[in-house]
């Protein structure tokens, strides 16, 4: 799949939501950070209509986007602000201050204040936010500064001042004021900041609608904008924290056999990464989840201050906005579809199972029976803090990682269905211009030899436009000595069909081989003349970069033209890849293993269950040629076997 094949798919599945999107070019560098009220219409607007040169350039670098969902508009902006002093994007605007988000401050002294501060201290005093506005953060001060009559003045004076006059402060330059009176007057701010400024919000609405009735309306205007200021200061957030902890927040979803874990990374308060995961799973969902974190954290010795854990989640709940009934598709198609994914250093299943049963084991002897069993175990175990809160600001942060998890797994859902849809489509449209009436078999060869050493070839299988992987064969060439790509081809047709007629196996509506005139001759030669198949045969001509160049079909073969960007194309070149991926891995396969036999298989006193023995203690050939004779004792090889094993490597390797 090419890159705006890959992104017009992803475009396809954003949210309805607020958040922030990173663009990512070739090397997967991140390159731009922005939020957006609604991520589906701000990114699709970069890929659509016109733009100036600025935004022309970046539009021309990205290759790939991510994204990250939040809650309000606020946490965007704010998150926004925390990516791109950790990624740096080369298309950002980036602040030389490094400019921060303004807190509200009641000072640790002997006669506290209210101020509003940009810096975080570790000074015992009292911080609310972050907040996005400055301005709304210095207007709510005023508001509470006539509310609560805490010390105005940086220095204390030697006599009250306005202040006092106006009942704003307790002149504590004048008498002693006890410090009852600030704990009291302390509590009242918190809990205002803390969500209790719903009832100062109602009593300001109860005397701008008075001041409204008695014809005051610069008051009730003046009224008015502190409520407008509350609401925005005030408006709910969770990605900063006063407190600047590193926490690792933990959420994740599961839906039709599938889990995404998602874990969200804030550091000195402030979240600036996350990453997700998204497998198969077999077990208790909330089991199989905490079995994740412990390897997690086996995997990562660097811990955080503390750790936020969810609560159990029910399969298939709380489904995002946007989300739409392409979620419905089965847990099958899913694991099928990632199934024929191109091998790309993942696990094959049967070690992804026993992982997870190996994990499953491990969750249950540390006892994570439930969430707080399981925090309680894994808190023990790491000794490091670990919650699973219940509300508040901790329970919200968990949320928002449920809530990317859930939309990510159904984005997964979405691209296999999506994929499903333009895979078969393909095919049929791939058929239509072969002039075949049906198109859902098609098996594929390609033969693999150097200067015709190892020669051999292998087929793979795609059943309505994807891989069926356990059909896939592979074959050593027999018959064949040296580079002779037409015998080869003629030996593997007939091996194979022979083998389809013996026992009645399904014939394909398609054979493809790779390359030109010759191998196609020489296939429909042995099908028609020697096995009496008549299956029609093309052949996937590669260019100088050994690209999918153009296809032929038949005896003559005629060329069939596709568009190179069609659907059509694309399935082309994923067969093409998929057979030489396939054959040159066994090629290498058996070229390795002829090598280990040539060397110590010609070592008088080595047969096959030595051989393999010395394989598996030292690794490779490469580290017995550097062994000493001390070495071999573990393997029962005596001095003068060890000598000879050696002498004969080394020779090999000098001459």
Request: with cysteine; charged share 30%.
């Amino acid at each position: 799949m090419d890159y705006s094949d890959n992104i017009r798919n992803k475009l396809a599945l954003l949210p309805d939501l607020p958040g922030c999107y990173l663009m990512k070019n070739e090397e997967g560098t991140i390159i731009y950070v922005g939020k957006a009220k609604v991520l589906k219409n701000r990114v699709r607007s970069y890929f659509t209509g016109s733009h100036n040169g600025k935004t022309q350039r970046l539009v021309a670098n990205i290759v790939d986007f991510e994204y990250i969902v939040t809650s309000s508009n606020m946490e965007a902006l704010i998150l926004e602000c925390n990516l791109i002093k950790k990624h740096m994007p080369r298309y950002n605007v980036l602040l030389k201050d490094d400019k921060t988000f303004p807190y509200l401050k009641i000072t640790n002294e002997a006669h506290p204040r209210l101020e509003v501060t940009r810096r975080v201290l570790k000074d015992k005093a009292k911080y609310f936010g972050p907040y996005p506005n400055s301005y709304a953060a210095q207007q709510t001060k005023k508001l509470l500064d006539r509310m609560y009559p805490l010390r105005k003045c940086g220095v204390m004076p030697k006599e009250v001042c306005l202040y006092y006059h106006m009942g704003q402060c307790l002149a504590p330059c004048e008498k002693e004021v006890p410090k009852s009176a600030y704990d009291e007057i302390t509590r009242d701010i918190a809990s205002f900041l803390g969500g209790g400024h719903e009832a100062v919000k109602k009593d300001l609405q109860q005397k701008m609608q008075e001041a409204a009735e008695e014809l005051y309306f610069e008051r009730a205007k003046e009224l008015r904008d502190q409520i407008i200021h509350i609401d925005a200061l005030m408006e709910k957030q969770k990605i900063n924290t006063a407190d600047t902890k590193d926490r690792d927040v933990f959420g994740y979803a599961v839906d039709k056999g599938w889990m995404c874990v998602q874990i969200l990374y804030m550091r000195q308060g402030k979240m600036i990464q996350r990453h997700s995961s998204a497998f198969p799973f077999y077990g208790e969902a909330y089991s199989d989840f905490m079995s994740y974190v412990t390897q997690y954290y086996s995997d990562n010795p660097a811990l955080p201050q503390e750790i936020l854990l969810p609560e159990a989640v029910s399969e298939g709940t709380e489904k995002p906005s946007g989300a739409t009934a392409a979620a419905a598709v089965t847990a099958g198609k899913l694991a099928a579809a990632i199934d024929s994914e191109d091998a790309g250093g993942e696990l094959e299943p049967a070690e992804q199972d026993a992982e997870r049963e190996a994990a499953a084991a491990e969750a249950t002897a540390v006892g994570t029976v439930d969430a707080a069993g399981g925090a309680a175990a894994l808190q023990e175990w790491l000794g490091v803090k670990v919650l699973v809160p219940q509300r508040g600001l901790k329970k919200q942060m968990v949320g928002m990682a449920c809530q990317n998890s859930r939309v990510a797994l159904d984005e997964k859902f979405r691209l296999i269905e999506r994929d499903e849809e333009r895979t078969s489509g393909a095919a049929f449209g791939l058929g239509q211009s072969l002039g075949l009436e049906s198109l859902n078999r098609i098996e594929a060869f390609d033969n693999s030899n150097i200067q015709g050493t190892n020669p051999v070839s292998a087929m793979v299988v795609f059943i309505d436009g994807k891989p069926a992987r356990k059909e896939y064969r592979k074959y050593k060439v027999r018959t064949v000595q040296g580079p002779d790509d037409y015998e080869t081809m003629r030996e593997v047709i007939r091996r194979r069909y022979e083998r389809v007629l013996k026992e009645d196996l399904p014939q394909p509506d398609l054979i493809v081989v790779d390359g030109g005139k010759g191998q196609i001759s020489s296939a429909i030669d042995i099908l028609q003349n020697e096995l009496g198949l008549y299956i029609p045969v093309c052949g996937l001509v590669k260019d100088d970069k050994h690209k999918t160049a153009q296809l032929l079909i038949g005896d003559s073969a005629e060329p069939v033209p596709l568009a190179r960007d069609s659907q059509e194309f694309y399935l082309l070149q994923r067969i093409q890849d998929e057979v030489h991926r396939f054959a040159i891995t066994f090629h290498r396969e058996q070229r390795g293993k002829s090598m280990v036999t040539s060397k110590l298989d010609s070592i008088p006193g080595i047969g096959e269950k030595r051989r393999k023995l010395l394989l598996k203690h030292f690794g490779s050939l490469k580290k017995i040629k550097e062994a000493s004779i001390e070495d071999f004792r573990p393997l029962s090889i005596g001095e003068k076997l060890a000598g000879q094993i050696l002498a004969a490597l080394n020779d090999e390797e000098l001459s």
